[in-house]
């Protein structure tokens, strides 16, 4: 019975997954506003990727803190985001963003890269309040570094990426 089973699930990743995996033309891309031309397909965004935070800063205007998390956002040619970040200083209150110093949630992304902007729609999250909220974001994109901030610059803050390698 093992036999089969073990040749099953090796049947099944020859046949769905490897293919997928080793060509992206299986995989629809995130298709960008109107005569954004980003990534390697006029049609593909190049936030599309993998992605690790290297700063994160809070606060207000220009009076920004860095304070030390960790985390990384992955982007898919699937139309997804999911983000994790976490702050080692787990005293801190929780936030609309975080419980005991944690954030992770996912979603669908709609990406302009012209406007250097998306919007994600919340379909998941650890603070349950934001799931169905829809959020804007800005970012600037250079080279491998990636700077996200919210449109409501009330929200007061701005997260440096650096694409995995």
Known sequence: MRFYIKVAVI????????????NGNNVQPVCTEKGALSGKDSNQSALIGAWKMVKFETGTGEELKEIPYTGQLIITDAGTLSAQASNPDKT????????????ALYGDI????????????????????????????????????????PVDKGEG???????YR
């Open 11 to 22: 049947l099944f990743m020859a046949t769905r997954v490897i293919p997928v995996m080793a």
């Open 110 to 149: 709609k990406i302009d890269d012209v406007a250097g902007r998306f919007i994600l729609t919340v379909n998941s999250a650890l603070a349950s309040g934001l799931i169905g909220q829809k959020m804007e974001r800005a970012f600037h994109l250079t080279g491998n570094k990636l700077e996200l901030s």
């Open 92 to 103: 801190v209150p929780d936030s609309a963003y975080t419980v005991n110093g944690y954030e």
């Open 157 to 163: 803050w701005r997260v440096t990426y650096e694409r």
